[in-house]
């Protein structure tokens, strides 16, 4: 394993920014994990674990150490009457998974194809697309926590999974490195299909079944967002907020159609790109970045920017939405600055 100096990040992160890692190792294996954080050259560094850098906004180089998990395979674990139990390496792309469990006609993952990362990102970001997230199918997380190199499998309660949020997000943040992902998959699979386009989506397949669903999502998702081979996105770039009953009320009053999903019984979920449309965002351009025509909710990078300006840009819609309605919009991507804020 070899740590390069001065490493060009702009293949490892999707909004295209042109930045370096003071230092870069790839690490295809957990010992060579355990080297590297071991290693006394660099153990006082600032460290960064870095997937696919799909959901991470770099605004300057990382005057640290980049660690880039590359664990592959994927191995069936055990199985019962109902699951398969499958253990896939972190540095796995997350959708040649998915692709691979459809293929099998394990059910489970297929609402999440296409989206872009690694397989050891998903249970700290508890991915979620068209009414699945990925907590419904992690069984375990295996770990190497930095501090310690101690081995930590965290079970699916363990790992706290909320709306794109995990343990990994708060209280073991920045101490842990997932190595592997114990996913649990349906022999029978269970289609959702209620969510979204996707029955609409579903009528233009002569038959319903993992492959059908696979090809309808994919279908929906090239639509609609940005491709980062082509425009630097992060997907979306906010959550969707959490109000009161009355906050929604109110906004939907001048709004006949704004949707919502309710949470409980007091609180309901909206959709932040409808309200950065409503805020007359939707399609701005402002220098070399801007919000996407099609989708309020994705940012982009025209070429030739940097992160501060995305951040510029995210930090105004956040006022104009919050001034307009009340309402705060929390990021849903990470922002790496300099110096490190890890
Ligand atoms: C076009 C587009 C569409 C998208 N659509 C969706 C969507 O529908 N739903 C959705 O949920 N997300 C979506 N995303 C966001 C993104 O794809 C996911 O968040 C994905 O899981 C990020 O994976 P990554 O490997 O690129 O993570 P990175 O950006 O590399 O890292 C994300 C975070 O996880 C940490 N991390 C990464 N790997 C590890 C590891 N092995 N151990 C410990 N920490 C780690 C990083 O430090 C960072 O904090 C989209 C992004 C794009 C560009």
């Given at each position: 394993m070899e740590v390069h100096s001065h490493y060009p990040l702009k293949q490892f992160n999707t909004f295209g920014f042109d930045v370096h890692a003071g230092l870069f190792a790839a690490v295809g294996t957990t010992d060579e994990l355990l080297a590297v954080l071991s290693d006394k050259r660099y153990c006082t560094l600032p460290l960064l674990i870095l997937g696919g850098g799909s959901n991470s906004v770099f605004c300057d180089d990382f005057d640290g150490l980049v660690v880039h998990p590359q664990m592959t395979g994927i191995e069936k674990q055990a199985e019962d009457a109902e699951f398969v139990y499958l253990r896939v390496g972190a540095g796995v792309v997350w959708d040649d998974f998915v692709s691979y469990a459809v293929q099998r006609n394990w059910g489970g993952a297929e609402n999440l194809s296409l989206i872009p990362g690694r397989v050891g990102a998903t249970p700290v970001q508890n991915i979620g697309a068209y009414g699945v997230e990925a907590k419904s199918i992690i069984h375990q997380a295996e770990c190497i926590l930095?501090?310690?190199g101690e081995r930590r499998v965290f079970s699916n309660a363990e790992c706290a999974f909320g709306y794109r949020d995990s343990v990994f997000k708060r209280a073991w943040k920045n101490k842990t490195v997932v190595t592997h992902v114990v996913f649990r998959l349906r022999k029978e699979p269970v289609l959702?299909?209620?969510?979204?386009?996707v029955a609409d989506e579903l009528k233009n397949y002569p038959e319903l079944s993992l492959q059908t669903m696979r090809q309808a999502i994919m279908a929906i998702r090239r639509r609609k967002l940005p491709d980062p081979a082509e425009t630097g996105n992060a997907g979306s770039f906010f959550k969707n907020p959490v109000v009161p009953n009355e906050t929604a009320m109110r906004i939907a009053a001048a709004d006949p159609h704004l949707a919502t999903y309710p949470v409980d019984g007091s609180s309901v979920k909206l959709p932040a790109g409808r309200l950065i449309e409503l805020a007359g965002w939707k399609g701005r351009r402002v220098g070399n970045v801007g919000v996407h025509p099609q989708q309020a909710l994705v940012l982009v990078h025209y070429?030739?920017?940097?992160g501060h300006d995305i951040i510029a840009l995210a930090t105004a819609i956040q006022q104009s939405v919050y001034d307009k309605f009340g309402v705060h919009l929390e990021r849903e991507v990470n922002v790496i600055l300099n110096p490190p804020n890890n």
């Open positions: 930095i501090d310690t959702q299909t209620h969510y979204g386009h070429g030739g920017a940097t």
